[in-house]
């Protein structure tokens, strides 16, 4: 695990020494600085500070000035304003302008600085961890509407294709369909003249012309043939279509898995409707 990094401002170099040591001993990074304006130079190199300890009476900037400035360039850390003049104008500054947490007046109490900071540390921890979930849910908001965009795009551009190509895969059954009806009346026609040639010859019934009866049979033959060629170009025609209309569907499931249950369902119906047209 990283260890914390804390930011100390005083104006007084025995004073940040002191609190250098003060930290460092219980396990923290600690980086100084003698005035608001080196501390902001510090800060804009590196916004990453978790505690920002600053002095209030400094030359330059007071410390309400630059916990102002803290707050734009390190907007987590958690700032503890040092004085040794805790006036109430002053303490209202810092928490009103500066958000300061917490006040530590001089001379320092060593476990109170010890434990102030601990306790920013806790808060530092709490802001880092909201500040994560409001990204990843900013995100989750933004891919859910990309979704919802692709979503109501797929629903349309398959209203569009059903509109279009449901008419046409219908009609093509409906030929299929025709056709195989027209064949197997003319297959009953050519049953039937046969069984009335063969009547006329096991039987010694007056002779029947079976020359006529075999070019009619050889005539709805042909007609059988090409009836069948007809059907069968339909058939392969009505098979690609279905199976473009079926991979629409696949695709919708594989790449958009939030497609909606009423979505599918249309598919699914179109697709069995079809089904049941080729079976015909």
Known sequence: MNKPL???????KSFLAQMREILEDCGFLVKTAENGQEAVGLLEENPGFSVILTDERMPV??????????????????????????????????????????FLT????????????????????KRYKSKQLSILFEKAKNRLIKLNSVLEATKAEKDMIKEKAGPLLTSQANKISELSKEIEKKEGIIENLKHKASEGSEYSKPIID??????????????????LLIRDKLRKEFSTLLKNWESLGANAESDHSEI??????KLLEVRQCLLNAQLQ
Do not use: W
């Open 260 to 265: 909606s249950h009423q979505c599918r369902e």
């Open 6 to 12: 804390i930011l100390v401002v005083d104006d007084e």
């Open 210 to 227: 079976v020359s006529k009866y075999g070019n009619k049979i050889e005539e709805l033959e042909v007609q059988k043939k090409s009836t």
């Open 61 to 102: 900037m007071t410390g309400t000035e630059f916990a102002q400035k803290a707050n734009l360039l390190a907007p987590l850390a958690v700032k503890i304003m040092i004085t040794a003049y805790p006036e109430q104008k002053t303490l209202q500054d810092a928490i009103n302008k500066g958000e300061v947490y917490r």
């Open 106 to 125: 001089k001379p320092i109490d060593i476990d109170e600085v010890i434990h102030s900071v601990n306790s920013a540390l806790e808060l530092y921890e």
